[in-house]
């Protein structure tokens, strides 16, 4: 994590202080000591971020409601979801896999998306809380957490090994597991934290930055 005053931000791949120019319009800013990207102008990033983001709400809550896959073998037909594969892990006696699986697959990115809308919707009005600030943090651990994609491997590598055994049906939730692996990616791709930084009103009484107005952009990650 970059620190910053002002418009100065240390690399956080080699901690050279540096100040970054005023980017043009989709231009981009690197460290010229260790070449790490420093910055980006993504115009429209907030409200195009904002609109994945309630798309992929909406699609964490099918994967989770919805039939991850349903089984039928000898006559016999069963489905699950997310949760009602870590509840049998944890009845199994597969205890810290169903924990791992629960706040990989769920708890991560429920969090990582409901801290990411406050963010955004706090971020519209500069100056945003300080609390967006601390939030932008959190957002970070979570989606370090966030493994939808494992799982998605996980579940392809075990239909492929059962299609022998019994017929497999993808469900709902499996699809929807799979468009919001896609969604966050291009989550991260389009948001900027940068923007975000410079709309917190700080400790110091430090105003939004840039001054309104002045069309500069400034990434720190
Ligand atoms: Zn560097």
């Known amino acids: 994590m970059a620190s910053r005053s002002a418009d100065i931000v240390a ?40 609109a994945l983001a309630v798309a992929a709400l909406i699609l964490l809550f099918l994967a989770n409601v919805e039939p991850l896959m349903g089984l039928s073998a000898a006559g016999r037909e069963t489905s699950t979801t997310i949760l009602g594969g870590a509840r049998t892990m944890w009845l199994q006696g597969e205890k810290v896999a169903a924990v791992l699986v629960a706040l990989a697959v769920v708890v991560a990115p429920a969090l990582e998306i409901c801290f990411l ?23 970070e651990i979570s989606g370090v957490w966030s493994m939808l994609e494992v799982m998605l491997l996980g579940i392809l590598v075990a239909l492929v ?29 389009t948001f ?16 939004p930055w840039p001054p309104e107005g002045s069309g500069r952009t400034e990434a720190q990650r």
């Open 11 to 50: 690399c956080p791949d080699c901690d050279l202080v540096q100040r970054i120019p005023p980017l043009p319009p989709r231009g981009s800013a690197r460290c010229p000591r260790c070449g790490r990207p420093l910055g980006a102008d993504k115009p429209g990033s907030l409200d195009r971020t904002l």
């Open 117 to 139: 809308l406050a963010i955004l919707l706090a971020a519209r009005r500069p100056p945003a809380p300080r609390w967006v600030g601390t939030l932008l943090r959190w957002t």
């Open 161 to 189: 090994k059962i299609a022998s055994l019994a017929t497999v049906e993808p469900g709902i939730g499996f699809f929807a597991v799979g468009a919001l692996v896609f969604l966050l990616a291009a989550i991260s791709a």
């Open 192 to 207: 900027d934290p940068g923007e975000v930084w410079a709309r917190v009103r700080w400790a110091n009484g430090d105003g």
